[in-house]
């Protein structure tokens, strides 16, 4: 039986966001259902709304959350019923040549859940980097939730699926941040605080 929600929809570009019912399905195959705990506001977000990433309107905004697992589809494995997790953007396929050799972060078949969500008319909604959850419940591909610590608050546990990612990423992965190097960062938001906190994390002042 399909999850009738209240979420948040950028309709067209510019235009102020609403409220509304969403209509989240059952989870098919692979699939988890998740009720979100917590979402943090991105410049992503508004991006969406202003068309500056695409125009597959309406979009159900937001990605940058953490919850529960609240039913999971057949075949799935990795997440259980009441796990606690946050979202990634997209499922790894684990089988390319990337994935093989590790390297999950250059995943040649990154992947979403296959069915969508709908507004209350039948009108299929485009989730936010493939999550969407500015809303009560989401349903994302299981291969999305990463299980995390149950103690951790779904305020903070929620940043790390877009901005930790973002700014940790910079420092290690981007820039390269070597132990003893020193590490300017210029914009102390969200991202550019986890930047610091991946500069230190490879040993640079």
Avoid at 15 to 40: K, L, R, S, Y
Avoid at 142 to 152: I, L
Wanted: hydrophobic residues 45%; charged residues 15%.
């Amino acid at each position: 039986m399909a999850y009738e929600v209240k979420g948040v929809v950028a309709r067209s570009k510019g235009a102020p966001v609403t409220v509304e019912t969403i209509v989240v399905p059952d989870p098919g195959p692979g699939e988890a259902v998740v009720d979100v705990q917590a979402c943090g506001v991105c410049a992503t977000d508004l991006h969406y709304r202003e068309g500056n990433i695409n125009d597959d309107y309406p979009f159900l905004l937001g990605h940058e959350a953490a919850g529960t697992v609240a039913a999971v589809g057949e075949g799935v494995t990795n997440v259980e019923v009441g796990d606690y997790v946050i979202l990634n953007w997209r499922a790894v396929c684990g089988q390319c040549r990337a994935c093989l050799k590790g390297e999950l972060q250059y995943c040649f078949a990154t992947h979403n859940a296959a069915q969508q969500m709908t507004l209350a008319d039948g009108t299929p909604l485009s989730p936010a980097l493939g999550i969407g959850a500015f809303v009560e419940k989401t349903l994302v591909h299981s291969g999305q939730c990463t299980k995390v610590d149950p103690a951790a608050p779904a305020t903070a546990a929620g940043l790390l699926g877009c901005g930790v990612m973002a700014g940790v990423g910079a420092a290690i992965n981007t820039g390269a941040v070597k132990r003893g190097e020193s590490v300017a960062v210029f914009g102390c938001g969200g991202v550019g605080d986890a930047a610091i906190a991946g500069a230190k994390l490879a040993g640079a002042t």
